[in-house]
């Protein structure tokens, strides 16, 4: 067990909806990162944030947004959702942001868009 | 920009064999280089990451990843496989020093091991 929550693990909702994608880092982590995964584009960086702080942005699509809270949680939201944005999302925690700081991975949730 | 390959989707090994899976690398400074794995329905693992010195690095389960700066390499290796050892592993690099706010790990596409009994 990594330390990392994600919740739901499962998600099925249909084109056109919105949906929220929750994390909860591990005790004490100030970074979380997101990733998509999917069997095309592999694992792709989403969005990194610090204590609460947007530090990095990556292939994350207008639709998509993010955000940290006090509490050093965070929460995925995906609007407008099509077809295409079925994949499995990650989160990720690390204590700071040093570059040599290992990632711990949550187990991922699992969106279907219909 | 900072990228991953991994040339080989696919490796199979026989058990009791030693098995390399390839990882070359591209930034544009210095590398920290990393090993995760993904077993079935479960999140991304550190194995192991090379941040200076000592070229041969030792890790999780026995495994250890050799870094060749000349041939921008990061090789996976493990000196004997074990059917457990079946899964999708994952190189990944991060540069430094970095940009200004800028962590992101960067992953290769994933090459998946299987060890054949």
């Known amino acids: 067990d990594s330390g990392v929550t994600q919740t739901p693990k499962h998600l099925i909702t249909a084109t056109g909806q919105r949906v929220t994608l929750r994390c909860s880092p591990r005790?004490?982590?100030?970074?979380v990162y997101w990733y998509q995964q999917s069997l095309d584009q592999g694992l792709q960086f989403l969005i990194h944030?610090?204590?609460?702080?947007?530090?990095a942005k990556g292939n994350i699509l207008e639709r998509f947004s993010a955000q940290q809270f006090p509490d050093l949680h965070s929460e995925l939201n995906l609007s407008s959702l099509e077809l295409g944005d079925s994949a499995l999302y990650f989160c990720a925690s690390s204590p700071r942001t040093a570059t040599n700081e290992k990632l711990f991975f949550g187990s991922g949730t699992q969106l279907s868009v219909l | 920009a900072q990228s991953v390959a991994q040339p080989e989707d696919q490796v199979n090994v026989a058990e009791g064999n030693p098995l390399t899976v390839k990882c070359t690398y591209s930034?544009?400074?210095?590398?920290?280089l990393f090993w995760y794995v993904q077993y079935p329905n479960r999140g991304l693992q550190f194995l192991l990451k090379?941040?200076?010195?000592?070229?041969l690095v030792k890790g999780s389960y026995g495994f250890e990843a050799e870094f060749n700066k000349s041939q921008t390499s990061f090789h996976l290796k493990k000196p004997s496989a074990l059917v457990s050892d079946s899964a999708l592993y994952f190189c990944?690099?991060?540069?430094?020093?970095?940009?200004?706010?800028?962590?992101?790990?960067?992953f290769g596409k994933g090459t998946k091991l299987s060890v054949i009994p």
């Open positions: 005790s004490g982590d100030l970074s």
């Open positions: 944030y610090y204590n609460g702080e947007e530090r």
């Open positions: 090379y941040i200076t010195g000592d070229n």
């Open positions: 990944a690099v991060r540069e430094w020093p970095s940009g200004a706010g800028s962590y992101q790990l960067t």
């Open positions: 930034v544009s400074g210095n590398p920290y």
